[in-house]
Nanobody, 122 residues
Framework: QVQLVESGGGLVQAGGSLRLSCAAS????????MGWFRQAPGKGREFVAA???????YYANSVKGRFTISRDNNKNAMYLQMNSLKPEDTAVYYC????????????????WGQGTQVTVSS
């Protein structure tokens, strides 16, 4: 069992930056692939980025070059550095833990946080 808690969301102007954090409980954190998803009002949950336990990273095309995912296995934590934010990045951001399967698909994730709101004003 893993419990995930996101933090770091907020309101920022376009072009600004935010850093999201995801704190995980449980000793098995190092074995999980971890991901960030987002959901804007009226839209489905969208893959943003993922990172495997060994550090291999994956990004959605829409955030590549602007967002950076990282993790600290010693601290049971994952991060998402978001730069050059755009209004279309506005969404609730969720962190999730994956015990197997594709890191791109939300249905392959077993544990989810409660989400943190990111709002980018134009």
């Amino acid at each position: 069992q893993v419990q995930l808690v996101e933090s770091g969301g907020g309101l920022v102007q376009a072009g600004g930056s935010l850093r999201l954090s995801c704190a995980a409980s449980g000793r098995a954190f190092v074995t999980y692939a971890m991901g960030w998803f987002r959901q804007a009002p009226g839209k489905g949950r969208e893959f943003v980025a993922a990172i495997r336990s060994a550090g291999i990273t994956y990004y959605a095309n829409s955030v590549k070059g602007r967002f950076t995912i990282s993790r600290d296995n010693n601290k049971n934590a994952m991060y998402l550095q978001m730069n050059s934010l755009k209004p279309e990045d506005t969404a609730v951001y969720y962190c999730a833990a994956n015990t197997g399967g594709s890191v791109y698909l939300s249905r392959e994730y077993d544990y989810w946080g409660q989400g943190t709101q990111v709002t980018v004003s134009s």
